[in-house]
């Protein structure tokens, strides 16, 4: 239900987030309110294919543990490129600063920025700086665009090509970004610390596309987390996906605090984690090249794809009942990414 203002709902990732831009800015700038939405945009020209991407970071605080907002920013970007099958190539980079950021934490920021481009094999090309009077933004915020090349053997991936018979896999524990982020925020301390998984997907992506030529689709399960992805996923493949709760990884001190607190890890964020759709010939190759793979040790097969309750996400419990995974509505962890 669209509402006559803007809410911190409308940035979470879920069905609110959904609802905005495909009542209001779709329309606006000319695009059908039911087209398939992926991370990046593909432009073809004669011998070649572009994948373009732009993404903003507002995160507080600027640094957590496992991380800050200039390798999200980076990160955030080659992901998402990643995620359509490209090579990451060159990013800009928007500056926005407050007045009263002290002049270190600028340089801090720009100075992972910088590592995490060379991390991610990415070139910074071109970009902007503005400053705004102190309360008009917090601290500061980043906004980039990312280019991207994509092979000639790379097939188009969307979620709409998943099919009954297909298997959903992730490649590795869900909810370190966001309850990092958190327990930074609200100064909560743990042993072990946890930490934000943040990390850039690129070559990961390509040992997964190298091994599993029926890849339907990736996504990086950021705002919103794994449910929300899952439920885009069924949305546009008109298909059912069924999940199970035992095969899903999580941490174990994720857990403990997610449920000391009320959350639920499948709709917390990750920065560095990938949710696939395999045909089902090449699923057990594809697990295994994802765990051969540092950032996907901890990859797990954990649903199929079913003609079952079209639309929706369902998942099997521990205890053998099953429970519909929702599409995220209201308001999440705010300002995480």
Same mark, same amino acid.
């Given at each position: 239900?669209?509402?006559?203002?803007?809410?911190?709902?409308?940035?979470?990732?879920?069905?609110?987030?959904?609802?905005?831009?495909?009542?209001?800015?779709?329309?606006?700038?000319?695009?059908?309110?039911?087209?398939?939405?992926?991370?990046?945009?593909?432009?073809?020209?004669?011998?070649?294919?572009?994948?373009?991407?732009?993404?903003?970071?507002?995160?507080?605080?600027?640094?957590?543990?496992?991380?800050?907002?200039?390798?999200?920013?980076?990160?955030?970007?080659?992901?998402?490129?990643?995620?359509?099958?490209?090579?990451?190539?060159?990013?800009?980079?928007?500056?926005?600063?407050?007045?009263?950021?002290?002049?270190?934490?600028?340089?801090?920021?720009?100075?992972?920025?910088?590592?995490?481009?060379?991390?991610?094999?990415?070139?910074?090309?071109?970009?902007?700086?503005?400053?705004?009077?102190?309360? %008009?933004? /917090?601290?500061? @915020?980043?906004?980039?665009?990312?280019?991207?090349? #994509?092979?000639?053997? +790379?097939?188009? $991936? =969307?979620?709409?090509?998943?099919?009954?018979?297909?298997?959903?896999?992730?490649?590795?524990?869900?909810?370190?970004?966001?309850?990092?982020?958190?327990?930074?925020?609200?100064?909560?301390?743990?042993?072990?610390?946890?930490?934000?998984?943040?990390?850039?997907?690129?070559?990961?992506?390509?040992?997964?596309?190298?091994?599993?030529?029926?890849?339907?689709?990736?996504?990086?399960?950021?705002?919103?987390?794994?449910?929300?992805?899952?439920?885009?996923?069924?949305? %546009?493949? /008109?298909?059912? @996906?069924?999940?199970?709760?035992?095969?899903?990884? #999580?941490?174990?001190? +994720?857990?403990? $605090? =997610?449920?000391?607190?009320?959350?639920?890890?499948?709709?917390?964020?990750?920065?560095?984690?990938?949710?696939?759709?395999?045909?089902?010939?090449?699923?057990?190759?594809?697990?295994?090249?994802?765990?051969?793979?540092?950032?996907?040790?901890?990859?797990?097969?954990?649903?199929?794809?079913?003609?079952?309750?079209?639309?929706?996400?369902?998942?099997?419990?521990?205890?053998?009942?099953?429970?519909?995974?929702?599409?995220?509505?209201?308001?999440?962890?705010?300002?995480?990414?």
């Amino acid at each position: 239900m669209e509402t006559a203002t803007i809410t911190l709902a409308h940035g979470a990732g879920g069905r609110a987030s959904d609802e905005l831009i495909r009542s209001v800015v779709l329309p606006a700038l000319g695009g059908a309110s039911d087209m398939t939405l992926c991370d990046a945009a593909l432009i073809s020209n004669p011998g070649e294919r572009i994948a373009f991407t732009t993404d903003g970071f507002t995160v507080t605080p600027l640094f957590f543990p496992g991380g800050n907002i200039g390798r999200l920013a980076v990160f955030g970007t080659v992901n998402d490129l990643a995620m359509v099958g490209a090579v990451p190539r060159y990013l800009a980079l928007s500056i926005i600063a407050e007045e009263g950021l002290p002049m270190e934490s600028l340089r801090s920021v720009l100075r992972e920025v910088g590592n995490a481009a060379r991390e991610a094999s990415v070139r910074i090309v071109t970009g902007d700086t503005k400053v705004v009077g102190s309360g %008009a933004v /917090d601290k500061l @915020f980043l906004t980039t665009a990312g280019i991207g090349t #994509v092979g000639g053997d +790379v097939p188009l $991936l =969307s979620p709409d090509q998943a099919c009954p018979g297909d298997v959903v896999l992730v490649s590795g524990t869900m909810g370190d970004h966001g309850v990092a982020v958190l327990s930074a925020r609200e100064g909560l301390s743990f042993t072990p610390q946890i930490t934000s998984d943040c990390a850039p997907l690129a070559h990961l992506a390509g040992v997964l596309l190298a091994a599993a030529p029926s890849l339907r689709c990736m996504r990086d399960p950021t705002r919103g987390g794994l449910a929300s992805v899952l439920n885009e996923f069924a949305r %546009a493949a /008109d298909a059912g @996906f069924e999940i199970q709760e035992d095969a899903v990884p #999580v941490r174990r001190e +994720v857990a403990a $605090l =997610s449920e000391i607190l009320g959350l639920d890890p499948l709709y917390l964020a990750n920065e560095g984690k990938l949710v696939a759709v395999v045909g089902p010939r090449d699923a057990d190759r594809a697990l295994s090249a994802l765990r051969a793979h540092p950032l996907g040790l901890e990859a797990r097969a954990i649903g199929t794809v079913n003609a079952d309750h079209r639309g929706l996400v369902v998942m099997r419990t521990g205890i053998g009942t099953r429970r519909i995974v929702e599409y995220p509505t209201g308001e999440l962890l705010p300002r995480i990414c």
